[in-house]
């Protein structure tokens, strides 16, 4: 009919079905494409031998390191004890009192205080040494002392020689990662620098056939 006026259409590409979104494939650098440069190749070669070079050599670095750490200690250890002596030594004055007497973290607290003992020559000597709280004077305690007849801490136990050699471990193990890594970031710097000279280079080839007269 005439003067009509006709339906309203919907704008062009509305109910069109949507093109499907391609993601990146992982084997895009070993494929040919005319955009792979050889750059691209090398940064996915050098990824994939960290990916698995590092898992190899971070556990062996963890054990030889963990392994050498515990024969290290083990002989500082078996040094000490034979080098150091435990003797009794008295109180000078008395230790103070913990305010919170009987609680767990009185048990835990020991206060340095001056003690008078006899060095392994045999000479009268004097030192500070932790004590419990409340400790008073002229009370024995055992100390520990060194050759030369100083006031020194305990030969290193079990529990010490196992948390070292475990610290090491872990710090060559947080190592070799850390070195993988800064591997890849500057490599990856290298390349990209180098990626850039090329741009440079193309560009100052085709720039003049752009910017010169027709």
């Known amino acids: 009919m005439a003067g009509e006026i006709p339906p309203a259409q919907p704008p062009p ?35 994939v031998g960290l990916v698995l070079g590092v898992p190899a050599a971070a556990p062996v670095a963890m054990f030889t390191v963990g392994d050498a750490a515990h024969r290290h200690y083990r002989g500082v250890a078996a040094d000490e004890a034979a080098s150091r002596d435990q003797l009794p030594a008295v109180l000078v004055r008395d230790a103070p ?42 009370s024995t305690v055992l100390v520990w002392v060194d050759p030369s007849g100083g006031i020194t801490g305990p030969p290193l136990s079990t529990g010490q020689i196992r948390s070292r050699t475990m610290g090491w471990a872990i710090l060559a193990f947080l190592g070799v990662v850390l070195a993988g890594l800064a591997a890849h970031g500057a490599a990856g710097l290298v390349l990209w620098r180098r990626d850039l000279a090329a741009w440079d280079a193309a560009w100052a080839a085709t720039a003049p056939r752009w910017s010169g007269p027709p």
């Not at 509305?14 to 750059?39: C, D, E, K, M």
């Open 13 to 47: 590409g509305v109910g069109a079905p949507r093109p499907a979104r391609q993601r990146p494939s992982l084997l895009w650098p070993w494929r040919r494409n005319p955009l792979r440069r050889r750059t691209d190749r090398v940064r996915a070669w050098l990824a």
């Open 97 to 138: 009192r913990h305010p919170e007497p009987g609680s767990d973290e009185a048990r835990r607290t020991r206060y340095p205080v001056e003690v008078r003992f006899t060095g392994p020559d045999g000479v009268p000597r004097t030192g500070r040494t932790d004590v419990e709280p409340g400790s008073t004077a002229g």
